[in-house]
C-alpha cells in the first residue's frame, strides 16, 4: 500500500513540473522572439521641401453681363442680346467653343426704396449671365478684356493663370523635396556624430499649387473701355511638394 501511495505521489509531482514547463514555454519563446532584448531601432525624421518655378501658359477669365429692367421679360432679352454679343466677340477672337462655359445665369427681383428708406413697392429684375473663357494665347488677354467690354461686358471678376501640364513640374518637385530631405538628414547626422542608414519611411506632406490673380475686380466696364488694351501681367506660378522622411541611424 505505501509504495502504491508513493508511485501515485511521485506521478503527481512528475506531471505537474511538465505542466509548469508546458505554460512557461511559449512565454519565453514569445519573449525571444519579440526581440525583447534587442537594441531599439534609432531614427531621425526631417522634411524636405522641392519647388518649381513655371511661366503660366493658360488665363482663365470669368466675364458677366448684369441688365437690370421692371420688366423681366425685358431683362431677360436685353441681358441675352449683349451676352450673345460678348460671346461672338470671345469667338472672334479665335477662341474655341469647348473653352467657354456658361458659369452662372440668374435672374432675381429687387425690392426699390425712396430716400427715406421706405418699400416703393416696385419691383426691378436683375439678370446675371456669366462665362468663363480659358485663353490659351496670353499675349491676346488684353485685346479680348477689351472687345468683351465694348461688346456688352460689365462685370470682370478677375483672371487666373494656370499650366495646362503641370505632371513633369511635380515629378521635378517631388525629386528636389526627397533631396532636400537627404540633405538635411546628413548635415543632423554629422552634428550627431551619427552614420546615416537606409530610408526607414517616407510620405507626401502636401502638394501647393498656388494660381496667382491678377487684375482682379476689373468691373466697371466704362473703366475698362477706357484703356486701348488692359495691361495684363502672368508673373510666375509655383508648384511646391513636402514630404516626410524617416532615416534609420547607426
Known amino acids: 500500500m505505501r509504495t502504491k501511495l508513493s508511485v501515485l505521489f511521485g506521478l503527481l509531482v512528475v506531471t505537474g513540473l511538465l505542466a509548469a514547463w508546458t505554460s512557461s514555454a511559449p512565454q519565453k519563446v514569445a519573449a525571444q522572439t519579440s526581440g525583447e532584448s534587442s537594441t531599439p531601432l534609432r531614427t531621425i525624421a526631417v522634411n524636405g521641401t522641392g519647388k518649381v518655378y513655371l511661366t503660366p501658359d493658360i488665363a482663365y477669365v470669368t466675364i458677366g453681363v448684369h441688365t437690370e429692367n421692371k420688366d423681366a421679360a425685358l431683362a431677360v432679352a436685353e441681358n441675352t442680346k449683349k451676352a450673345e454679343d460678348v460671346k461672338k466677340a470671345v469667338t472672334d477672337m479665335g477662341v474655341e467653343a469647348k473653352d467657354i462655359q456658361t458659369v452662372n ?32 494665347d496670353l499675349d491676346q488677354i488684353g485685346e479680348l478684356l477689351d472687345a468683351v467690354v465694348q461688346a456688352g461686358a460689365n462685370s470682370i471678376s478677375g483672371i487666373s493663370f494656370d499650366v495646362a501640364d503641370r505632371s513633369e513640374a511635380l515629378s521635378e518637385a517631388r525629386k528636389a523635396a526627397v533631396d532636400d530631405a537627404a540633405l538635411q538628414a546628413k548635415e543632423l547626422a554629422t552634428a550627431a556624430g551619427v552614420t546615416l542608414g537606409p530610408v526607414f519611411s517616407i510620405s507626401t506632406a502636401g502638394i501647393t499649387q498656388p494660381i ?18 488692359v495691361p495684363v501681367s502672368p508673373g510666375q506660378m509655383v508648384v511646391q511638394v513636402d514630404v516626410n522622411v524617416v532615416y534609420e541611424i547607426r
Request: net charge negative; charged share 15%.
Open 212 to 229: 496667382p490673380m491678377y487684375e482682379k475686380g476689373l468691373g466697371g466696364g466704362a473703366a475698362v473701355a477706357a484703356q486701348a488694351a
Open 105 to 136: 445665369f440668374s435672374i432675381y427681383p429687387q425690392q426699390q426704396y425712396d430716400t427715406t428708406g421706405r418699400p416703393t413697392g416696385e419691383i426691378t429684375y436683375m439678370v446675371d449671365n456669366m462665362i468663363m473663357v480659358a485663353v490659351r
